[in-house]
Nanobody, 126 residues
Framework: QVQLVESGGGLVQAGASLRLSCAAS????????MGWFRQAPGKEREFVAS????????RYADSVKGRFTISRDNAKNSVYLQMNSLKPEDTAVYFC???????????????????WGQGTQVTVSS
């Protein structure tokens, strides 16, 4: 099992940028697809972005495409989410997730991920 710790959340104004980080410990994530999900108040958790083990392939939710960028640094056992042009509707708790199976594709379903972080709050004011 891998432990995931998110950081980088905060309160920003619309149009600003934030960079979320997810640090993994306990084992390497270099062979695993990683994802970011978010949950807004009163809503179900939803997919944001995912990245394959090599970083070559990525997938994004339509709502963030062109504004968010997922990346990873396997040497640092970390994954990142660069969020630009933030909107109030991006307000949510953001979760990092790891697929424990090796060398899979860019997954978007929650049930494809086995390990989850505690989340970091992102609040975007208008």
């Amino acid at each position: 099992q891998v432990q995931l710790v998110e950081s980088g959340g905060g309160l920003v104004q619309a149009g600003a940028s934030l960079r979320l980080s997810c640090a993994a410990s306990g084992r390497t994530i270099s062979r695993n697809t990683m994802g970011w999900f978010r949950q807004a108040p009163g809503k179900e958790r939803e997919f944001v972005a995912s990245i394959t083990f090599s970083g070559r392939d990525t997938r994004y939710a339509d709502s963030v495409k062109g504004r968010f960028t997922i990346s990873r640094d396997n040497a640092k056992n970390s994954v990142y989410l660069q969020m630009n042009s933030l909107k109030p509707e991006d307000t949510a708790v953001y979760f990092c997730a790891a697929d424990s199976s090796n060398y899979r594709g860019t997954e978007s379903r929650e049930d494809e991920y086995d390990d989850w972080g505690q989340g970091t709050q992102v609040t975007v004011s208008s």
